[in-house]
């Protein structure tokens, strides 16, 4: 097996203890393959074959491919006089010698990417070093957290200093903590940090994530910050055929935001609260995912109601009949409520 130590220099080393898939605080490379390590100095590119890996610090990526793509540290600059400026990683060289390092690295077939708590899986990856984000493409994506699964169809990405995570297109995300299934066209799971308290209430939804591996990051995206995965789920905001499923009941909407602490969710635009064969319609609900209370809001300036769907219970065919008890007993011989006007309306 061919083996490579690459110096990727110039990078926060206090990110190092964080168990995020985080490969831009600094340290060593370590680059193996079963069918060797090519070096392109014309390209500055090193590309390891079959069974490669690459491990820096605590985070270790695996695939059929590996290419490293480098620069001399600090820009061409500060190159050392009379080195090329293609020299390739070494290991243990000085910034103002003339290294170089790392600045993207790229991952082909079968692409496993893992620390101690964290495994993000995809056919493709791409991991930008400036920006601290990691695209994932191709199929079967997905991230694993020790709360959160995450996965999707089109892409995945994760952006560390920004304790985000993005899927893209037939995303789900799945509470494993509270059995809960979250799936949308876009989903953006934000993560605490180590210690950091939830909010008490989810916020209102927003506007979906436009984030991409040629933004810029935010300046909240300190780099001192723990990488994801240390904390837990913050908030998930979903996008476009929001859909929440519990083991009693469905909600749908168009977008919506969820607080796995409180276990509160909020759904905008057709919003409808399925459990059995009931169903109440609205604008606006606010739901109780523990507790299974929902509310409803509808949109009063325009003059819409909440409509709701309720079908009492019917024995089956068949079923020995038990004797009935008094009206005063029986819920279901109660008085519907006078502010209820669309009980037993069809939506």
Avoid: C
Avoid at 291 to 308: F, K, M, Q
């Amino acid at each position: 097996m061919t083996r490579l130590l690459a110096l990727l220099l110039l990078a926060a080393p206090t990110l190092l203890h964080a168990q995020g898939i985080d490969l831009s605080g600094g340290g060593p490379v370590d680059v193996t393959a079963t069918d060797g390590i090519e070096w392109r100095q014309t390209e500055q590119v090193i590309v390891a074959r079959r069974d490669a890996r690459a491990i820096r610090g605590e985070v270790t990526v695996d695939a059929d491919r590996l290419m490293a793509r480098y620069r001399p540290a600090g820009g061409a600059a500060n190159a050392a006089p009379g080195r090329p400026a293609n020299q390739p990683p070494v290991m243990g060289e000085n910034p103002a010698g003339g290294s170089s390092e790392i600045w993207r690295l790229e991952a082909e077939g079968r692409v496993t990417i893992h620390t101690a708590t964290d495994t993000a899986r995809g056919d493709r990856a791409v991991y930008d070093m400036d920006q601290a984000v990691l695209v994932l493409t191709g199929r079967e994506l997905s991230l694993t957290t020790p709360t959160q699964l995450l996965t999707s169809r089109d892409s995945l990405e994760y952006w560390s200093q920004r304790r985000m995570a993005v899927a893209r297109g037939n995303a789900v995300a799945v509470d494993n903590q509270e059995g809960r299934r979250i799936s949308a066209d876009t989903l953006v799971s934000y993560l605490l940090a180590a210690d950091a308290p939830a909010a008490a209430t989810p916020a209102a939804p927003v506007r979906p994530a436009t984030a991409n591996a040629n933004a810029t990051p935010t300046a909240n995206g300190r780099a001192a910050a723990p990488a994801p995965g240390a904390g837990k789920v913050d908030r998930v905001e979903a996008f476009g055929h929001v859909e929440i499923r519990t083991p009693t009941e469905v909600v749908r909407g168009d977008r919506g935001v969820y607080s796995p602490a409180t276990g509160m969710a909020r759904l905008l635009g057709n919003v409808r609260i399925t459990r059995g064969d009931n169903q109440v319609n609205g604008r606006e609900a606010i739901v109780n995912l523990r507790t299974g209370v929902a509310r409803l809001v509808s949109a009063s300036d325009r003059g819409e109601r909440v409509r709701g769907l309720i079908v009492p219970q019917q024995d089956k065919p068949g079923t020995p009949q038990a004797p009935s008890p008094s009206p005063s007993s029986s819920p279901q011989a109660a008085t519907p409520q006078a502010n209820s006007p669309q009980q037993g309306r069809r939506p």
